[in-house]
């Protein structure tokens, strides 16, 4: 065997991604994932016996070098690109590069730009007809008048919730992979934020009480993004579990390790199980209703979700239907804090 053909082997082999040598007509390397995909003698075969996919073994002996999206290959629905490149005269380089990823990436963007487009257009549609109503009668009594601006106004501030949601979550994400180099202290964060819920809490007469140690270590951090975090945590224990009367809500905070440990807890009816793991999409609402007219968008988990990844850390949430809802957040400490 010549150096180069021990070299070509080495190459195919080292990749992950099935790849496969054809001279000819015949399969002269196939590495390990090819074989796994199309099977394990394939080697020294003829391409036209060991590929069975019609639009791949076209593709390939086509002898055109050039990508071809295909499904169908081996057990699996997967989608891949087959990629074939000329090496030598008579001898083309096929890859098979496994596009399942891409796709449901892609999946979810259309998806997320619907959800939005809908979530934003219900408003709207509202806003339009209330203030097409106003312009067009004269004759309406104050008091609808009244009415109508005020319903006009909230639906405006729903559409601008939604709006700065969405403006923060893509902030979030922009910044992914951008490390928060803030020292920050959570007990002041959590301060601020339930400064910032008892405006929203209106006539709920629900007590937060906060359990924090005298000294507890920094984490490194966006603090903004942070204060965001206990907002919208607390913000939820105060809208969906502050209904039963003497309901309080805790939000205690503890060293753990090299980790800081976050927790609110509420005593509310709880997430259905089922719900939990979905919770943290953006736009899905358990009770859809409910969380409209508290002025909830549907984005705050999700927002929750991504600081939380930004800054490496954990999001657990515990809830019992009938018993209530803990959300645990840890965030790795900054050194030297
Ligand atoms: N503490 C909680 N208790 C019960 N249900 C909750 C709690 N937190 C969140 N949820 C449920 O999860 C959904 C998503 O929460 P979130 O992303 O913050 O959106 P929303 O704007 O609706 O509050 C809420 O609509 C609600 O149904
Ligand atoms: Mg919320």
Not at 40 to 67: C, F, K, M, N, Y
Not at 89 to 107: H, M, P, Y
Not at 172 to 188: G, H, K, N, Q, S
């Amino acid at each position: 065997m010549a150096d180069h053909d021990l070299n070509q082997r080495a190459l195919v082999d080292a990749l992950d991604e099935p790849a496969l040598v054809i001279e000819g007509l015949t399969i002269s390397v196939a590495n390990p994932a090819a074989r796994d995909l199309l099977g394990q003698a394939i080697e020294g075969r003829d391409i036209r016996l060991a590929i069975r996919q019609p639009e791949l073994l076209e593709h390939v002996l086509s002898g055109h070098p050039g990508d071809l999206d295909v499904a169908g290959i081996g057990d699996f629905g997967r989608p891949w690109r087959v990629a074939v490149r000329a090496l030598d005269l008579g001898t083309v380089f096929v890859r098979l590069i496994d596009r399942s990823d891409n796709l449901s990436a892609e999946k979810m963007r259309v998806d997320f730009v619907a959800n939005a487009s809908h979530e934003l257009r219900t408003p709207l549609s509202a806003v339009l007809g209330y203030a097409e109503t106003l312009a067009d009668d004269p004759h309406l009594p104050a008091d609808t008048i009244a009415s109508f601006g005020r319903t006009v106004r909230d639906e405006a501030g729903r559409m601008l919730r939604i709006v700065e949601d969405l403006m923060s979550l893509s902030r979030i994400e922009a910044d992914r992979f951008v490390a928060p180099e803030e020292m920050v202290d959570l007990r002041t964060v959590a301060k601020d934020a339930i400064a910032n819920a008892s405006t929203m809490r209106g006539s709920k007469k629900c007590e937060i009480v906060v359990e924090a140690p005298k000294k507890l270590p920094k984490v490194r951090g966006d603090r903004g993004q942070l204060v965001q975090l206990f907002d919208n945590l607390v913000s939820n224990a105060l809208r969906y579990g502050c209904d039963k009367p003497g309901a309080c809500v805790e939000v205690k905070l503890r060293a753990a390790g090299s980790r800081v440990e976050v927790s609110v807890i509420d005593h509310g009816p709880g997430i259905p199980r089922d719900h939990l793991p979905r919770v943290t999409e953006r736009f899905y609402r358990v009770d859809e209703a409910r969380s409209r007219e508290s002025g909830g968008t549907g984005l705050g988990l999700a927002i929750v979700k991504h600081i939380v990844e930004r800054h490496r850390g954990a999001l657990a949430i515990d809830s019992k239907v009938g018993i209530g809802t803990i959300v645990t957040v840890t965030l790795p400490t900054a050194v030297n804090s």
